[in-house]
């Protein structure tokens, strides 16, 4: 089994000549998120640890809209990392324009734009974020996108748009929503299972419960949303730096799908890495006899 984390974050230390954006680091605290720097390195290392063979980054918001570090990570580990780069969501001239070099990038397999916070939260449905549809589905730019409230808005851009591959987030779960309060929310996006064009990440699921490690209370939601989209359609994912404040390793998390909630081999061959790779059209390589079993004991 291949497997993909559909998102982690990397960062450097905030200093005079690299400032997060202002109350940045109250939001880091409010959502569970370590404070201290993660390096690409220490993530390499835990990946390895864990079985993981690929993850996406997602660079952090903290950070602005600069890809520099995650771009670096890249460079240096051009098998294991890919990027789903942000952009200035309301600049569409310099945002158009990155795109563009974007789609000339082998490292930047897609975007992610964001519309949960107060700067952004409108710009769904106000015409800031017009420009981008139509020009992503041009440009074949699979797109990432964090919009707990605005599903039905969602559907109505990828019917819109068909050739744009739209990846929900967190199965369109709003933030600090825990155990069965994410029924609606994750209902709210297998609905959308009707659009081909719209996918799911089932990720940072044990940040959705208060229950203890493996979250069994929230396995129904999980199992509902890949019923509905498809195994194909549902991908697995982290967000580690905040599932560390909770006490988990990757590993765990790992063992959360593949030991605890029942899924098949063939659901979890797709859930696990198939299907991301499949839609970022960033081949899974031939593993050959002496790597599996390195692989499966690294699993274990």
């Known amino acids: 089994m291949f497997i993909v984390d559909t998102q982690i974050h990397v960062w450097k230390e905030e200093t005079p000549d690299r400032p ?34 690929r993850a996406l980054i997602l660079p952090p918001s903290w950070e602005g809209d600069r890809i520099d570090y995650s771009l670096e990570a890249c460079e240096a580990y051009p098998d294991r990392f890919g990027i789903m780069a942000r952009i200035p969501q309301n600049k569409p001239a310099e945002g158009a324009a990155m795109m563009r070099d974007f789609a000339q990038n082998p490292h930047v397999k897609g975007t992610r734009l964001t519309f949960h916070r107060p700067i952004d939260r409108n710009w769904m449905i106000d015409g800031t974020n017009d420009w981008y549809w ?31 591959k739209i990846i929900i987030d967190h199965m369109g779960i709003m933030a600090r929503c825990v155990d069965d309060a994410i029924g609606y929310w994750a209902q709210e996006t297998a ?3 009707e659009h081909p064009n719209i996918y799911v990440k089932v990720s940072a699921i044990p940040g959705y419960s208060t229950q203890p490690f493996p979250n069994l209370n929230i396995a129904k939601y999980v199992h509902a949303m890949v019923d509905r989209m498809g195994k194909e359609r ?8 905040r599932l ?18 029942g899924f098949t081999e063939e659901q979890l061959e797709w859930i696990m890495g198939r299907g991301i790779s499949e839609v970022l059209g960033w081949p899974i390589p031939a593993q050959t006899p002496a790597e599996a079993p390195a692989k499966v004991e690294a699993a274990r």
């Not at 549902?234 to 730096?241: P, Q, R, S, V, Y």
């Not at 560390?244 to 909630?261: A, N, P, R, S």
Request: aromatic letters at 10%; a negative charge; charged letters at 25%.
């Open 134 to 164: 139509p020009l992503a589905e041009e440009l074949d730019i699979p797109t990432m996108v964090h919009a707990p409230v605005w599903k039905a808005e969602l559907g109505t851009i990828a019917g819109n748009h068909p050739g744009l």
């Open 191 to 193: 609905d959308l299972y």
């Open 244 to 261: 560390m404040g909770h006490g988990l390793t990757w590993k765990d998390t790992i063992d959360q799908f593949t030991e605890h909630f």
């Open 20 to 53: 997060w954006v202002p109350g940045a680091r109250e939001r880091i605290r409010l959502n569970g998120h370590r404070e201290e720097a993660f390096s690409y390195q220490e993530a390499i290392g835990l990946m390895d640890e864990a079985g993981v063979d």
């Open 234 to 241: 549902c991908f697995w994912g982290t967000d580690i730096t």
